[in-house]
């Protein structure tokens, strides 16, 4: 892709000479052109070894997808507006600020490639739009910034020569800006890696987790040691099944997968399975588990780490932004966005699918770490109706053309099939879905009509353990009030996942304990998925009939009672739903009028027969894609091509973009707190503040902000105003979590 001149060394990552025989990777000041300084001052980078270290990782990640040479290419020409006066003068004398990405994005586009282009011109602020060649030199587009007047860089011919690239053809626009995000993904996460490695030193290290095959490993001694090959009772060889139907599937080709089993059929650990044993047939890099936006995912992510070992699982809540001003001088924040480089990632639907459509070096920096993967996507049923068809998509996208095989974990069978590509056929990894269900049917579905939660808190004070799954947070709140408080618990997406895993261990420690202390919980839907625990009775509030059977799941879930005294009670609370829910809570209605078990395959079938009849009689593909994502990608947007900027903004604005607040939960938290206001970023770091954050809507953010209740430390990211968590509820509390201030109420 590029050559240099005769009698030029290749420099290698971490040191190296120029042809004058000053080694200045080690410190020495006085090369003419230099991309970083550190710190303290003492020492700089030249530009061809920052160049050089980038290229040389951008090949490695953009391989992965095919597109190596276009990596490097990207990564040679990324900061080639450093060969300037004027940016010399901003590193070295704390000049003005200076486009330094324009530069390179010209030379690559003389040559052919408009994506690689696109990536560099981004690589600091975001992916622009590709726009129109009439676009002016004062847009924002990559033909505006085309036109613009720029410093002086030409020294940089000194230094390098580029080769055009190859030429790619692409059948669609879809296609095209996906490959794009991807490409910028190799680059982003190459430069911010070899910056780091200059900042640092070389002390920051790349890697040292185990392996696919390690990881297997680990996985079948866990199932020795507990003898889930040789289980005690019925339930248990029900789970056996299912495993190892997991593992003889994990033997098919790459593509994409279905698992289709009842809640408490162990389906998480079965697909884990699945995608060990999978990705070591065929080579796979990691495991990726996406998980509904509001689920328990450190309840997971715990249960992953015991399994595999603590150091190789992520569990990453939040997107939070750090993406600065376009000469990319505040190093700190951007190096800290998270990049998913170790082996088994466990994250949330909104992160995946919003990164896929995203725009930012924040968002997209992992992308690349997702090709060559086995992505597990549980209850894919639950991805918001109106970004389902770009969603899909993007996984039949993934599946297609970036080797990645995925996985459908579901209890119900929302037939999502029909959305991928034509020729991309669903496996089935479980036989029998009607055999299962008698089998594993534990709990009664009994509709109760209209109840106040004053009644249903009156109901469950008689009993010594009980849950209720409520819709929405002010719901769980007024229930919990209601309870008792001996014994009373409260779960919602408002308190920290530090917060919640203790709340789970004391419930289920009541839950299990045989003198049967009182146990009464309230709860929003995150419970529904990852919780594993086991009431003899569950109150839920309308809702889908999907929602309802995985709330099912959570009474009798280990089958010690008998069936025909465990009961669901399903009953309408006295507020309306929102507005989201009607038709869902509408088409449960039908069903349950019309079967005799609401439960069965049959009532599933009827009831998901109903909702995408609906969906296509009433909403058309415009339902399922409200915003017309996939539209104004393939057709542009105000006469423009490639639309990062809108796509973005539209995604994010269904999807519903949250930010992050740290609580002080610990005295762990309250260090990451103090290092945060200190400006003391770090990937590291970051990953070590995920069970402290609580993610929250922009408004709800703006208006904890108003009240002093935060501090910034970020564009999407702060922290507790106070340093302590007092005992009585204030924007904090110990029982309820996060205070929703001014906003209103909310699902999760």
């Known amino acids: 892709m590029f050559q240099f001149f005769p009698g030029r060394e290749v420099l290698r990552m971490g040191g190296g000479e120029f042809p004058d025989g000053k080694d200045f990777s080690k410190g020495e000041s006085g090369h003419p052109f230099i991309a970083h300084k550190s710190e303290d001052g003492a020492r700089e980078e030249p530009i061809l070894e920052h160049l050089l270290?980038?290229?040389?990782?951008?090949?490695?990640?953009?391989?992965?997808?095919?597109?190596?040479?276009?990596?490097?290419?990207?990564?040679?020409?990324?900061?080639?507006g450093k060969y300037s006066r004027e940016f010399k003068r901003r590193i070295r004398e704390n000049g003005p600020r200076v486009d330094h990405s324009t530069a390179g994005a010209k030379e690559l586009y003389r040559l052919g490639s408009a994506e690689a282009a696109l990536c560099v011109a981004g690589h600091h602020v975001g992916l622009p739009e590709e726009g129109s060649p009439g676009d002016l030199?004062?847009?924002?587009?990559?033909?505006?910034?085309?036109?613009?007047?720029?410093?002086?860089?030409?020294?940089?011919?000194?230094?390098?020569?580029?080769?055009?690239?190859?030429?790619?053809?692409?059948?669609t626009e879809f296609e095209r800006m996906f490959f794009t995000r991807m490409l910028f993904s190799a680059l982003t996460d190459a430069d911010y890696l070899a910056t780091e490695d200059f900042m640092t030193g070389g002390k920051v290290t790349r890697g040292g987790y185990d392996g696919i095959p390690a990881l297997l490993a680990a996985f079948e001694r866990y199932a020795e040691e507990k003898k889930w090959d040789a289980p005690k009772n019925d339930l248990k060889w029900m789970r056996r099944d299912i495993l190892g139907w997991c593992r003889k599937a994990a033997r098919g080709e790459r593509g994409l997968y279905s698992l289709t089993a009842p809640p408490g059929a162990g389906k998480a650990t079965a697909s884990l399975a699945f995608a060990l044993h999978h990705g070591v047939k065929h080579g796979l890099r990691r495991v990726i588990y996406v998980i509904p936006h509001t689920s328990l995912i450190e309840q997971t992510a715990k249960k992953f780490r015991e399994i595999l070992?603590?150091?190789?699982?992520?569990?990453?809540?939040?997107?939070?932004?750090?993406?600065?001003?376009?000469?990319?001088?505040?190093?700190?924040?951007?190096?800290?966005?998270?990049?998913?480089?170790?082996?088994?990632?466990?994250?949330?639907?909104?992160?995946?699918?919003?990164?896929?459509?995203?725009r930012r070096p924040s968002q997209c920096r992992k992308l690349h770490n997702i090709a060559g993967s086995a992505v597990i996507f549980d209850e894919p049923q639950t991805i918001p109706l109106k970004v389902l068809r770009p969603c899909v998509k993007a996984i039949g996208a993934l599946v297609r053309d970036y080797g990645v095989t995925a996985v459908l974990c579901t209890a119900t069978q929302p037939a999502l099939g029909r959305f991928f590509p034509e020729g991309m056929k669903v496996r089935e990894i479980c036989p029998d879905q009607e055999g299962l269900y008698k089998r594993f049917r534990r709990a009664k579905l009994l509709p109760v009509g209209k109840q106040s939660l004053g009644a249903v808190a009156g109901r469950m004070s008689g009993m010594e353990a009980a849950l209720a799954v409520l819709t929405t947070r002010k719901q769980a709140y007024e229930l919990f009030a209601a309870l008792p408080k001996h014994g009373r618990f409260h779960l919602s997406a408002l308190m920290c996942p530090a917060h919640r895993l203790e709340v789970l261990g004391e419930i289920k420690r009541r839950l299990k304990d045989p003198e049967k202390p009182p146990c009464r919980v309230a709860a929003t839907s995150l419970i529904e998925v990852g919780a594993e625990l086991d009431f003899p009775a569950v109150f839920r509030t309308e809702a889908g009939l999907d929602s309802i059977l995985r709330a099912a799941g959570l009474c009798n879930r280990e089958g010690e009672n008998p069936l025909e005294e465990s009961f669901v009670y399903i009953f309408e609370p006295e507020d309306t739903p929102p507005a989201s829910l009607k038709k869902y809570i509408a088409i449960y209605r039908e069903t349950a009028e019309r079967a005799e078990d609401l439960g069965s395959p049959e009532a599933v079938k009827a009831y998901f027969d109903a909702l995408h009849q609906w969906e296509e009689d009433v909403l058309g593909e415009r339902g399922m894609d409200e915003e017309n994502i996939l539209r104004i990608i393939e057709d542009g947007f105000q006469g423009g091509k490639m639309p990062f900027l809108e796509v973005d903004r539209r995604f994010q604005l269904m999807s519903g973009h949250t930010k992050a607040v740290l609580i002080p939960w610990d005295g762990k938290a309250r260090k990451i707190r103090r290092a945060l206001l200190q400006g003391k970023l770090s990937r590291k770091r970051l990953r070590e503040a995920g069970p402290y954050l609580v993610n929250v809507y922009p408004g709800h953010f703006e208006a904890l902000k108003r009240a002093g209740a935060i501090l910034t430390v970020g564009k999407d990211l702060a922290v507790l105003a106070t340093e302590t968590i007092g005992e009585e509820p204030a924007v904090y509390s110990k029982e309820t979590g996060l205070s929703l201030l001014e906003e209103d109420f909310t699902q999760g």
């Open 309 to 358: 070992g603590a150091g190789n699982v992520l569990e990453h809540h939040s997107g939070a932004s750090f993406d600065k001003d376009d000469d990319g001088f505040d190093d700190k924040l951007r190096l800290s966005a998270e990049n998913w480089d170790a082996p088994v990632i466990v994250t949330t639907g909104a992160e995946f699918f919003g990164s896929l459509y995203g």
């Open 137 to 171: 030199p004062d847009k924002p587009s990559l033909f505006g910034r085309l036109k613009r007047e720029i410093p002086n860089y030409s020294a940089f011919a000194g230094e390098v020569i580029f080769s055009p690239p190859g030429k790619r053809v692409f059948e």
């Open 53 to 80: 270290k980038t290229a040389r990782l951008a090949r490695e990640f953009a391989g992965v997808f095919g597109a190596g040479d276009l990596g490097e290419l990207a990564a040679m020409g990324h900061d080639t």
